[in-house]
C-alpha cells in the first residue's frame, strides 16, 4: 500500500448522472494531483494541488470539477460525462509540488454508458 | 512538443532471463525521470528516479540509466521472475523543478514461469 486510497475503485455512471471520486492521502504530503489514464494513452495529468490551492488546470473540460478541502483529500466531481471519459483515474500525492517522487493511489475504474 | 516515447509496447521473456526496456524523449532538457511499475488494475509504484546530473540509479534487480544527450534511459531488469510481469512507465519532468510528468504509453512485461 503507498497510503493514497481511492473511492470508490470502480464506478459506471450515465451521461447524466453526477458522482464524485475521493483520494485520502495518509503520508503528510502537501501536493495532491489527479491523472487520467485512457486505454492506448499515455497518462495525462488533469489538476495539480499544492497546500490545498490549485496550480495546474491541464485544460481539463469543466464537466470535471476538482475540490481539495485540505492537503490530505482531493475530490473530483463528475457531471454530464461523455462515454469517451471512461478511463482510470488516479490520484497521487508528493510531499513537494512538482519535485519529489509522486504515490499513486489504485484508482477508480470509470464507465460512462 | 515534448514527448516520451517507449519501445517495445509488449515484451514477453522466459524466467531468469536479463531483459532492457526502452525509453527515449525529444527534447534533452529534462529535470529527471522515473520509472513506474503499474500492476492490471492498479496504480503506480516507483521504482527508480534518476535526477538529471546522474547517470544511473539501481534498486535490488533494477538499475536505470540516463543518458541525456541521446534522449534516452534503459531500464534493466536482472534475472527476471513472475512476479516481474507488469506494465513499467517511463515518466519525464520538464521545464525545471515546476515542470509536470510527461509518461510514455508503458512496456507491457510479461515473464513467463
Known amino acids: 500500500e503507498t497510503g493514497v486510497t481511492q473511492t470508490p475503485r470502480h464506478l459506471v455512471m450515465g451521461m447524466t448522472n453526477k458522482k464524485s471520486l475521493k483520494c485520502e492521502q495518509h503520508l503528510g504530503h502537501n501536493a495532491m494531483y489527479w491523472y487520467k489514464q485512457s486505454a492506448k494513452k499515455p497518462l495525462e495529468l488533469m489538476f495539480v494541488y499544492n497546500f490545498k490551492e490549485q496550480t495546474e488546470n491541464n485544460s481539463v473540460p469543466s464537466r470535471f470539477s476538482p475540490e481539495c478541502p485540505n492537503s490530505s483529500h482531493l475530490f473530483l466531481h463528475l457531471h454530464t460525462l461523455q462515454p469517451e471519459d471512461s478511463a482510470l483515474y488516479l490520484c497521487?500525492?508528493?510531499?513537494?509540488?512538482?519535485?519529489?517522487?509522486?504515490?499513486f493511489g489504485p484508482g477508480t475504474r470509470l464507465t460512462v454508458l | 512538443k515534448q514527448e516520451v516515447t517507449q519501445i517495445p509496447a509488449a515484451l514477453s521473456v522466459p524466467e531468469g532471463e536479463n531483459l532492457v526496456l526502452n525509453c527515449s524523449f525529444t527534447?534533452?532538457?529534462?529535470?529527471?525521470l522515473q520509472w513506474f511499475r503499474q500492476d492490471p488494475g492498479k496504480g503506480l509504484t516507483s521504482l527508480l528516479l534518476?535526477?538529471?546530473?546522474?547517470r544511473e540509479q539501481t534498486s535490488g534487480r533494477l538499475n536505470a540509466s540516463l543518458d541525456k544527450s541521446s534522449g534516452r534511459s534503459t531500464l534493466y531488469i536482472a534475472a527476471s521472475q513472475p512476479g516481474d510481469s507488469a506494465t513499467y512507465l517511463c515518466?519525464?519532468?520538464?521545464?525545471?523543478?515546476?515542470?509536470?510528468?510527461?509518461f510514455g504509453k508503458g512496456t507491457k512485461l510479461s515473464v513467463k514461469p
Open positions: 527534447d534533452s532538457a529534462i529535470y529527471n
Open positions: 497521487a500525492s508528493s510531499q513537494g509540488e512538482y519535485t519529489d517522487t509522486q504515490y
Open positions: 515518466a519525464v519532468r520538464y521545464g525545471g523543478s515546476q515542470g509536470n510528468l510527461i
Open positions: 534518476i535526477q538529471s546530473s546522474q
